[in-house]
């Protein structure tokens, strides 16, 4: 897999985006201006390289809207007008479907649906792959004749599939204690004693809610019936938990976004961290021996959901599919391959990573050479291997994925008052 040129690469898009004229995506005329399509989430996928390159082969405008991530779902959920595409992580699809915030998008109008690979279309990517608890991505996807989610395919999904990863949390190899560093990596070394007063947490109350759940059944102090509907009492037991250690000084802060979570580290306020798979990559090229932990309980899994505004039409609406189409075109895939994130038609992507990227990112080998980041800088050295093994092991072994629960107002108020606390 040798990498392919950029004029090549260019050529391949202009022949996807001819072809989707024949599926109803009208080229925009030349000598007009060019539609803007807003795109509003997360920094995990909103960055400014990707806005450019979509921009230079779409012949769009975009603007990107990233923020934390509570706060953009609120937003897009009262405010569909507010932007043309959500990108997000599947916990989010439910708030906006319920809110009438999302339209069905129509996969006749996807020129790579028929590439999207069985994670997000059955729930497994292998036959004897964990599910996972909570609202595995492909329970979400398709729109039923009734107007509810569910796993029968009609035509219609609520969100396009493409990035999504498994997370844990990352600790820094030469702080952590070494009695700790001794023992199998466990969510339990979040509320360990031994790293009191150096442990920052996601400040996401359907995402720090499960990294401290996961945690609290590491660590012996409780259980749980079923890790994605965690019940009103499960829900008081566990907080009771949180508010006294965060009470003890336990937690060093709480961050929002992927940069704030590099900083938290990186200024050494903590030690070990919720963390997203950028953030980690960003740290080792800043040479800060940050390893993103392969805990024994298994992953809590997200899928990244890309969403249409039901509030957009016409030629706006016809520029949104083709930035859907762009994410699934190759380029975008390995682009986030090299910041640890899957995509959802790897085979695509392949193409334009080398042999060695894909070997160490999608087969989990050991690196045969260093790897660059996105960003250019070395983010994986000769001989490292990445935790959790192959995209097919780390994605059979997910312990829960992101889920908003029928107990989600409940954990939402406790949340708070744990913050507060």
């Given amino acids: 897999m040798d990498n392919t040129s950029s004029s090549a690469r260019r050529q391949f898009i202009k022949g996807t985006l001819a072809g989707a004229a024949t599926v109803g995506i009208a080229p925009f005329a030349i000598g007009r201006e060019k539609p803007l399509v807003r795109v509003m989430g997360t920094h995990v996928t909103l960055q400014e390289a990707l806005r450019k390159r979509a921009e230079e082969d779409l012949g769009i405008r ?23 595409l959500y990108e997000q992580w599947s916990n989010s699809i439910n708030i906006l479907w319920r809110a009438n915030a999302i339209a069905p998008i129509d996969v006749d109008r996807l020129t790579y649906w028929g590439e999207i690979n069985s994670l997000t279309k059955t729930g497994r990517l292998a036959p004897k792959a964990r599910m996972g608890a909570g609202d595995a991505p492909h329970k979400l996807l398709n729109v039923q ?15 396009l599939p493409y990035v999504h990863n498994v997370d844990s949390f990352g600790y820094n190899r030469e702080l952590i204690p070494s009695t700790l560093a001794q023992e199998q990596e466990s969510w339990g070394w979040l509320l360990d004693s031994r790293v009191s007063g150096r442990v920052a947490i996601i400040n996401d109350p359907t995402i720090g809610l499960f990294d401290l759940a996961l945690a609290a059944q590491g660590k012996g102090l409780m259980t749980f019936g079923d890790l994605g509907a965690i019940s ?51 740290l080792n090229s800043q040479q800060v021996p940050v390893t993103f932990a392969a805990p024994r309980e298994g992953y809590r899994g997200w899928h990244g959901v890309m969403c249409l505004s039901s509030a957009t039409k016409g030629r706006i609406k016809a520029a949104a599919y083709e930035y859907m189409n762009w994410w699934l075109s190759g380029w975008p895939g390995a682009y986030i391959a090299r910041q640890g994130y899957y995509i959802s038609n790897p085979a695509r992507s392949a193409n334009y990573l080398s042999q060695a990227e894909w070997d160490y990112w999608y087969l989990g080998k050991p690196a045969i050479q260093d790897l660059a980041g996105p960003d250019g800088q070395i983010a994986v050295y000769q001989g490292q291997q990445r935790t959790g093994g192959s995209y097919s092991a780390r994605l059979s072994n997910v312990a829960v994925w992101n889920t908003v629960m029928p107990t989600y107002e409940y954990s939402l108020q406790k949340w708070y008052e744990f913050l507060t606390s």
């Fill in 232 to 282: 009103r009492t499960e829900i008081d037991e566990l907080f009771e938990i949180l508010i006294e250690l965060k009470q003890l000084g336990h937690f060093a802060g709480f961050w929002t976004s992927v940069p704030e979570s590099v900083q938290f580290m990186k200024s050494q306020r903590c030690v070990i961290e919720s963390m997203f798979s950028p953030a980690v990559s960003a």
């Fill in 62 to 84: 975009l603007t990107f809207e990233p923020g934390g991530s509570a706060a953009v779902l609120q937003k897009a959920s009262v405010y569909p007008q507010s932007f043309d």
């Fill in 145 to 159: 004749p009734d107007g509810s989610l569910g796993t029968a395919h009609t035509g219609k999904i609520s969100f």
